[in-house]
T-cell receptor
């Protein structure tokens, strides 16, 4: 299973943009990049996913490097409700598995 | 859309008892996953199904754990006999297709005393 590397923690101020990085240097050509977040005492929540092109949805944007060895989740204006653990995961196209790492704990300050 | 529904939300049992956790995936989803989360080990994939067929159970910790999916709308995870180290939050998730988003339930918090 291809692995991802994320910083353990990050901090942001409310209403500022947040860029959460993820390295996945062993990604294969058919692995999809998924991002999930887990708020305290809740199950993981889907944020966004992509293959090669940058993706946008109502929650966030996903910027994927041209060589696909890294990606960045962008929260355009952080709110206190965005404080969570953010997981960057590769979904293996061959096995369909989704293996979670340790994620990045995002703290948002008012 | 009611989302993925898990029951019970909380389960407290004594060591040696049988525990059954239940999951109803989102209608139409063809993949179902069982995860376990602890502080020490984070989120671990236990087993997943595609079209009701178990595909990979390599994450199931021991023979005490078993999972079934008798139809597209129901799955169970059984632990028999339960042990204190099985205490964790167990999540069920479903997805449409092999690369789509996973939708998680609210989890079952299991405490084995």
């Amino acid at each position: 299973d291809a692995k991802t590397t994320q910083p353990n923690s990050m901090e942001s101020n409310e209403e500022e943009p947040v860029h959460l990085p993820c390295n996945h240097s062993t990604i294969s050509g058919t692995d999809y990049i998924h991002w999930y977040r887990q708020l305290p005492s809740q199950g993981p929540e889907y944020v966004i996913h992509g293959l090669t092109s940058n993706v946008n949805n109502r929650m966030a944007s996903l910027a994927i490097a041209e060589d696909r060895k890294s990606s960045t989740l962008i929260l355009h204006r952080a709110t206190l409700r965005d404080a969570a653990v953010y997981y960057c995961i590769l979904r293996d196209y061959d096995t369909d598995k989704l293996i979670f790492g340790t994620g990045t704990r995002l703290q948002v300050f008012p | 859309d009611a989302g993925v529904i898990q029951s019970p939300r909380h389960e407290v049992t004594e060591m040696g008892q049988e525990v059954t956790l239940r999951c109803k995936p989102i209608s139409g989803h063809d993949y179902l996953f069982w995860y376990r989360q602890t502080m020490m080990r984070g989120l671990e994939l236990l087993i997943y199904f595609n079209n009701n067929v178990p595909i990979d159970d390599s994450g199931m910790p021991e023979d005490r754990f078993s999972a079934k999916m008798p139809n597209a709308s129901f799955s169970t995870l059984k632990i028999q006999p339960s042990e204190p180290r099985d205490s964790a939050v167990y999540f069920c998730a479903s997805s449409l297709g092999g690369v789509g988003a996973l939708h998680f339930g609210n989890g079952t918090r299991l405490t084995v005393t």
